[in-house]
Structure formats: C-alpha cells, structure tokens
C-alpha cells in the first residue's frame, strides 16, 4: 500500500485535477490518497471563520455562496455525463447546506476547526466522483471517522491504525482510497486539525498506521531545493536527504514539508518521496535514513521569531540559575528554539508568544529582560554540516548583515543564524552565493 497526498495547487484546477487521475492510474499499486483542499479555498475558510466571530451574516453568505460557485464551475468543467454532474451537484448542495449550519453556530474553536477543514471534504467529495464517472473505481473514507490522533503533537497511530483497519475489514474494498488531509479528531473526540499545511502529517501518521511501503507527497515544484526558491534564484532539488535533514529543514521553515511530516515515519523507516504534480518524470527527493553524502544539503528560513535578553550579575558564578529560566518557559508550555550564553547573560528565542507578558513578568522578578519581535532563524543543515569544508565561508555575512545569535555545535547537523527579519532575503542569497556556488567536500 501507498500514500499519495496532493497538495492545494495539485488539486487547484480542473487541469490540475486531470493531472492528478493520470498519476493515480499510472501505476497498479493499492493506494491511499490525501487531498487538501483547492489553493485558495483554506485561507477563504479562515475569512469565514472571521465573520463567524463577528457575527456578519451578510459577510458568511457571501463567502459561503462564493465557495459553492467555485466548486460548482469545478463540477460542470470536470465531468462531462449531465447525469453524474447533476447527482454530484445535488451532493454539493447539501454540504454547502451543512457548511451554513455549521457557520450559523456560535464561534468555538470546534466550529472553527469544522469551518477550516471544510475545503479538504468539498474537495475529496468532487474529486472521487470526478473518478467514477470515467469508471475509476475509488472508495472516499471520511478521514474524521478513523484519524483520532488524540494529540497533533504525538499523534495515536495505534489508535488511527485500529480504526483503519476496522473500516478495511466492514467497508468496501478497492485499490484507490480517497480521503481528507488536515482534519484529525482530538482527545476528547471533537474535531480538530493538524495546522496549516498539515495534509503532508496527515500522509505520514497514516503511512505509519497502514505500514505503508511508500508515501508519495506531490506538489507543485521538483522536490525540497537547496534554498527558499521563493527568495532566492537558482536553487535546485535535493536527490536524497536523511529524516533528520528534512525534519530540521521543515521545522526550520522549508514550506514544502509541514514541519511534523517526517517524525510518523522515521521509526518504521517508511520513505517519504517529494513529487512534482506538473513534471512527474523528475526525480524529486527521496527521505529515507541512508545517508548519500554528507556535509551542506540545504538553507531554510523561519519566520515570526522572539529573541529574549536575560541579564543578571547574580548569575555570575551561580549554579542552578538557567534552570530555574528554562521552568518558567516550560511553565507555560513554551519551547525554545535556540539558546547562547554569556557569564552574566543568556539569549534565547521562542516562535510561540502566546504567554510572553506573563513569561517577562515572572523573570523580571530577578533579572533585565529585554525583548526583540521580528527575527528568522536561518538554518543551514546538512550531516556532519560543521565539518564541511565550506562552513567557514559562512561567517563572512557578519561583514554584511547584524547577526543577532549564532547556533554552532548543538548538532553536527544544523547551524543556526538569528537575523533581523527585514535581513532574511539577503542572508538566503548571500549564503546561497558563499555556500553552493563551490564544491562541498567533507573533511571528517
Ligand atoms: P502544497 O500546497 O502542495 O502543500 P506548499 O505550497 O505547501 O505546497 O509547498 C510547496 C512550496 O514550498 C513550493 O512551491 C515552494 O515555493 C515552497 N518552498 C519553500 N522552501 C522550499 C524548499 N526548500 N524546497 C522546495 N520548495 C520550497
Ligand atoms: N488545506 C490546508 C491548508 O491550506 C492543509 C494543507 O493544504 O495541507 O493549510
Ligand atoms: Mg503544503
């Protein structure tokens, strides 16, 4: 069995669409296959869920009829019997019948997660019909029927295993499943999601579940590039990369990959393919644990970075003193990304700022805090990436750009630059030119 998740450009056009059934018949294999939603649709979701909370009726109408219109064109483009277009439209309508039930509660954040995840059903709904009317034999799972994850952040894969495999057993067999990326159900069995993006751990958690042979994530560019394509110009694909690799990269801001997509899979050794939807002759990358080459594979960018000065001369020669500044952040639930020292002094950022006054207030108590909004970490990763030959050259950006902390050592694997994010482009570029425009040997 494989898992295939289509990405929201994959599945954003009747074109795209096409594309996507001549992928999914060019090979026999039984298969799962994780939809998102249309591009586009998700972020309109979220505009409705605005409205909710502001109780605009007009505006929820409005949205709402706007979404139906463009799924209905969808419909009408897509097949071409009048019989099966009109059956999948009146299915249309009574989803968008429900979405208006669903829009017409009050706002909570169980109202918010039906609302979000509502483009991935509509989508998946089209889409399995559009494959029957040419005699594409599918079934279409109702993923919030068996992806009870519990927590997004260490999801139940026996759990979502059981209930799949139960569903196999009662249901009707077929060689292609369709079903939903991004909507999971929590621990108290409501509704949820997996955060944006979150179709990619959608495709791994049930890769994991099924023992799953392959998973396939196919979207809309040749695999994970060597830099952010969308700053920086000539990058190219990367063949192979280590699960360590990509979890670094997609937790440091590769957007290709949802920043969880790997952590299901790497204890079963399933390999995860990135796949290009609109070239699908091209190579792309394949992540599995074989290390090919090691040394400098990739530089990625995150955003929405927290830089936090903590000062006291009591720390000077006081043990015990970052202890007690690691349990107020871990009071409230909040993870630090990277952290230097000085004798009197230490610097560490956070992404998560939802308890920052309270976090400020109760260190304040005995030392300055100073607070800067506004930062990227920018990774550079790669195996055993500090001993590359060429690591050196990166330092050079200090003759050009304020570097506000520097990561070097934590890991063999990932050296960490905290610039300001008005900084971000040109340090992608400027690594990019240093870094991979001369050869990487490793010296070990
Ligand atoms: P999908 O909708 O298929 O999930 P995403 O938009 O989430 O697609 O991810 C694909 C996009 O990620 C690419 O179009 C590219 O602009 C962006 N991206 C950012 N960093 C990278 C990278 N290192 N390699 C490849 N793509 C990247
Ligand atoms: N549709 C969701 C989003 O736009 C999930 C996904 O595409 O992975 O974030
Ligand atoms: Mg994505």
Same mark, same amino acid.
């Given at each position: 069995?494989? %898992?295939?998740?289509?990405?929201? /450009? =994959?599945?954003?056009?009747?074109?795209?669409?096409?594309?996507? &059934? *001549? #992928?999914?018949? =060019?090979?026999?294999?039984?298969?799962?296959?994780?939809?998102?939603?249309?591009?586009?649709?998700?972020?309109? @979701?979220?505009?409705?869920?605005?409205? %909710?909370?502001?109780?605009?009726?007009?505006?929820?109408?409005?949205?709402?009829?706007?979404?139906?219109?463009?799924? /209905?064109?969808?419909?009408?483009?897509?097949?071409?019997?009048?019989? %099966?277009?009109?059956?999948? &439209?009146?299915?249309?309508?009574?989803?968008?019948?429900?979405?208006?039930?669903?829009?017409?509660?009050?706002?909570?954040?169980?109202?918010?997660?039906?609302?979000?995840?509502?483009?991935? /059903?509509?989508?998946?709904?089209?889409?399995?019909? +559009?494959?029957?009317?040419?005699? %594409?034999?599918?079934?279409?799972?109702?993923? $919030?029927? +068996?992806?009870?994850?519990?927590?997004?952040?260490?999801?139940?894969?026996?759990?979502?295993?059981?209930?799949?495999?139960?569903?196999?057993?009662?249901?009707?067999?077929?060689?292609?499943?369709?079903?939903?990326?991004?909507?999971?159900?929590?621990?108290?069995?409501? #509704?949820?999601?997996?955060?944006?993006?979150?179709?990619?751990? /959608?495709?791994?958690?049930?890769?994991?579940?099924?023992?799953?042979?392959?998973?396939?994530?196919?979207?809309?560019?040749?695999?994970?590039?060597?830099? *952010?394509?969308?700053?920086?110009?000539?990058?190219?694909?990367?063949?192979?990369?280590?699960?360590?690799?990509?979890?670094? @990269?997609?937790?440091?801001?590769?957007?290709?990959?949802?920043?969880?997509?790997?952590?299901?899979?790497?204890?079963?050794?399933?390999?995860?393919?990135? $796949?290009?939807?609109?070239?699908?002759?091209? =190579?792309?990358?394949?992540?599995?644990?074989?290390?090919?080459? &090691?040394?400098?594979?990739?530089?990625?960018? &995150?955003?929405?970075?927290?830089?936090? $000065?903590?000062?006291?001369?009591?720390?000077?020669?006081?043990?015990?003193?970052?202890?007690?500044? +690691?349990?107020?952040?871990?009071?409230?639930?909040?993870?630090?990304?990277?952290?230097?020292?000085?004798?009197?002094?230490?610097?560490?950022?956070?992404?998560?700022?939802?308890?920052?006054?309270?976090?400020?207030?109760?260190?304040?108590?005995?030392?300055?805090?100073?607070?800067?909004?506004?930062?990227? #970490?920018?990774?550079?990763?790669?195996?055993?990436?500090?001993?590359?030959?060429?690591?050196?050259?990166?330092?050079? #950006? @200090?003759?050009?750009?304020?570097?506000?902390?520097?990561?070097?050592?934590?890991?063999?694997?990932?050296? =960490?630059?905290?610039?300001?994010? $008005?900084?971000?482009?040109?340090? @992608?570029?400027?690594?990019?030119?240093?870094?991979?425009?001369?050869?990487?040997?490793?010296?070990?």
């Amino acid at each position: 069995m494989k %898992i295939l998740k289509f990405g929201g /450009t =994959s599945v954003g056009s009747v074109e795209n669409l096409r594309r996507v &059934k *001549d #992928i999914l018949i =060019s090979d026999q294999e039984n298969k799962i296959v994780v939809c998102s939603a249309m591009s586009g649709v998700t972020d309109q @979701l979220v505009s409705l869920v605005e409205n %909710i909370k502001l109780e605009d009726a007009e505006a929820i109408t409005r949205n709402i009829h706007r979404l139906e219109s463009k799924h /209905t064109d969808v419909i009408d483009e897509l097949v071409e019997s009048t019989e %099966i277009k009109n059956v999948l &439209k009146d299915g249309l309508t009574l989803l968008i019948t429900e979405l208006f039930e669903i829009a017409n509660q009050e706002y909570s954040e169980i109202v918010n997660s039906q609302i979000i995840t509502y483009g991935e /059903t509509l989508l998946t709904y089209i889409f399995s019909g +559009f494959l029957k009317s040419l005699q %594409i034999e599918n079934v279409l799972l109702d993923a $919030k029927d +068996f992806m009870h994850v519990g927590t997004a952040e260490n999801p139940d894969i026996l759990e979502v295993s059981r209930r799949i495999n139960k569903m196999f057993e009662e249901g009707v067999q077929s060689s292609i499943y369709i079903t939903q990326g991004f909507v999971c159900r929590n621990l108290e069995g409501d #509704i949820s999601h997996l955060k944006r993006g979150g179709s990619d751990y /959608t495709a791994t958690i049930i890769g994991a579940a099924v023992n799953a042979s392959e998973i396939q994530i196919w979207t809309d560019i040749d695999g994970l590039h060597n830099n *952010d394509p969308r700053y920086v110009e000539e990058t190219q694909p990367i063949a192979h990369l280590t699960y360590n690799e990509a979890a670094e @990269l997609a937790y440091f801001g590769a957007k290709i990959l949802h920043p969880q997509t790997v952590s299901p899979v790497v204890d079963k050794e399933i390999p995860v393919l990135l $796949k290009n939807t609109f070239d699908p002759e091209a =190579s792309g990358t394949i992540i599995s644990n074989k290390t090919y080459r &090691k040394g400098l594979k990739a530089i990625s960018a &995150k955003d929405g970075i927290t830089a936090i $000065k903590i000062k006291s001369n009591r720390m000077l020669m006081a043990h015990g003193y970052l202890r007690r500044i +690691f349990e107020v952040f871990d009071n409230y639930h909040t993870s630090i990304d990277m952290i230097t020292t000085s004798e009197i002094a230490i610097s560490l950022t956070i992404d998560n700022i939802s308890n920052l006054d309270e976090i400020v207030r109760e260190i304040e108590t005995y030392a300055e805090v100073t607070v800067e909004q506004n930062h990227s #970490i920018i990774c550079i990763v790669g195996e055993s990436v500090i001993n590359d030959r060429n690591s050196y050259k990166l330092f050079e #950006i @200090l003759n050009y750009i304020p570097v506000r902390m520097v990561s070097y050592g934590g890991s063999n694997n990932n050296i =960490s630059l905290l610039v300001d994010t $008005k900084d971000k482009i040109p340090t @992608l570029r400027f690594l990019n030119e240093k870094l991979f425009h001369v050869p990487h040997e490793i010296v070990v």
